[in-house]
């Protein structure tokens, strides 16, 4: 007797938009820090996580408070690999659909996209979150409540 296996979740409209977006936008990243600031400015506008952020009072464009722009992170620091545009989403839907399978869902939601950017950029998706005034913690404390 064989284990029936659960569907893959398909993805939601509002997922599958930032997914889009980010697709066309990232080729345009010189940096791991400027595609971190490419996904966000994606999810700042849809979905539970797009209400969180603009809940937060994430803005648009990085408080620029010292004159250095977000999309300068990556060449600043050292010895970090670039991801391949397409690798970047494919990694990210990849995490985001593993995220949303895990919890039975039957759909991808944004809050899946967000976790998957946040497993694959890691530190400069933080880094770009502090810059626009907010950080992981408080993010996830505003999507839970």
Do not use: N
């Not at 936008?25 to 940096?31: D, I, S, V, W, Y």
């Not at 400015?41 to 464009?61: D, F, I, P, Y």
């Not at 949303?100 to 400069?124: F, I, K, N, Q, S």
């Amino acid at each position: 007797m064989s284990i029936p296996m659960s569907p893959t979740p398909e993805l939601a409209p509002d997922a599958a938009m930032v997914l889009g977006i980010a697709s066309t936008a990232l080729p345009f990243a010189r940096t791991p820090g400027a595609a971190a600031e490419r996904w966000l400015r994606a999810l700042r506008v849809h979905g539970q996580v797009g209400e969180a952020l603009q809940a937060l009072g994430v803005s648009e464009g990085p408080l620029d408070e010292q004159g250095e722009g977000v999309e300068d992170l990556g060449e600043k620091r050292m010895g970090q690999a670039s991801i391949d545009p397409e690798e970047g989403v494919r990694q990210v839907t990849e995490k985001a659909t593993c995220i949303a399978g895990e919890r039975g869902a039957g759909e991808v939601a944004t809050t899946d996209v967000l976790m998957g950017v946040m497993h694959v950029y890691g530190a400069d998706f933080d880094h770009v979150l502090r810059a626009h005034g907010t950080d992981r913690d408080e993010l996830i404390e505003q999507l839970g409540s």
